[in-house]
């Protein structure tokens, strides 16, 4: 396994259209957690899965943010009419429910946006 | 609600050790973190400590907790060049799990 791996790397869009980001977490994690870090800050939590079921969404993610992890392995994000204001990393992470309090989580690299 | 707090900015000498320092409000908080992000890449677990800790030392990494302050650091004993990059602080509280980040720290190391 290499770890959490998040499609594609980098994307630009033009203002108004849709875009969807995968995440492949460590294959024994059942946790998934989606962030969005902006330059400058640290993450922010935006929702978590627990197998596929969707446990937690931030007020962050608004209605153009949609999350789904219909079989318990992958993940996607996808952003619905994009706003120059959503350009940022989208960060995904994985971890086991109990041990991933103690140990955190596994990061992936990213997927930056860029709204033009 | 819950936030973390760091210092933006941090320069040191090679060899030296490095000192850096987050507050937390979340009195819940059961385990605290520090990661490292590198320019481009994702955020590497460093070290963490559970909250009935008051210290904790990995190879060069020493964290110290202040529970009743709710005060954080993390220091590197004879920082290198390669440890340039923001460390994050972040903790979790009884929640599900999900990290409260400060917003970095940048540390340069200089030669």
């Known amino acids: 396994d290499t770890g959490v791996s998040q499609d594609p790397r980098h994307k630009i869009t033009k203002r108004g259209q849709n875009v969807t980001f995968r995440c492949d977490p460590i294959?024994?994690?059942?946790?998934l957690y989606w962030y969005r870090q902006t330059l400058g800050q640290g993450p922010e939590f935006l929702t978590y899965?627990?197998?596929?079921?969707?446990?937690?969404k931030s007020r962050l993610l608004s209605d153009r943010f949609s999350a789904e992890r219909p079989k318990g392995s992958f993940s996607t994000l996808e952003i619905q009419r994009t706003e120059q204001g959503d350009s940022a990393m989208y960060l995904c992470?994985?971890?086991?429910?109990?041990?991933?309090?103690?140990?955190?989580?596994?990061f992936g690299s990213g997927t930056r946006l860029t709204v033009v | 609600g819950e936030d973390v707090e760091q210092s933006l900015f941090l320069s040191v000498r090679e060899g030296d050790s490095s000192v850096i320092n987050c507050t937390y409000t979340?009195?819940?908080?059961?385990?605290l973190y520090w990661y490292k992000q590198e320019p481009g890449a994702g955020l590497q677990l460093l070290t963490y400590?559970?909250?009935?800790?008051d210290m904790k030392q990995d190879q060069r990494l020493t964290v110290l907790l202040n529970k009743k302050d709710k005060h954080l650091s993390l220091r590197i004993a004879d920082t290198q060049t390669g440890d340039s990059a923001i460390y994050f602080c972040?903790?979790?509280?009884?929640?599900?799990?999900?990290?409260?980040f400060g917003s970095g720290t940048q540390v340069v190391v200089t030669p």
């Open positions: 979340d009195s819940s908080s059961t385990y």
């Open positions: 899965f627990q197998n596929e079921a969707q446990l937690e």
């Open positions: 400590i559970f909250s009935n800790m």
């Open positions: 294959s024994e994690h059942n946790r």
């Open positions: 992470a994985s971890s086991l429910p109990r041990a991933g309090r103690k140990y955190g989580y596994t």
């Open positions: 972040a903790e979790t509280g009884d929640s599900w799990g999900k990290l409260q």
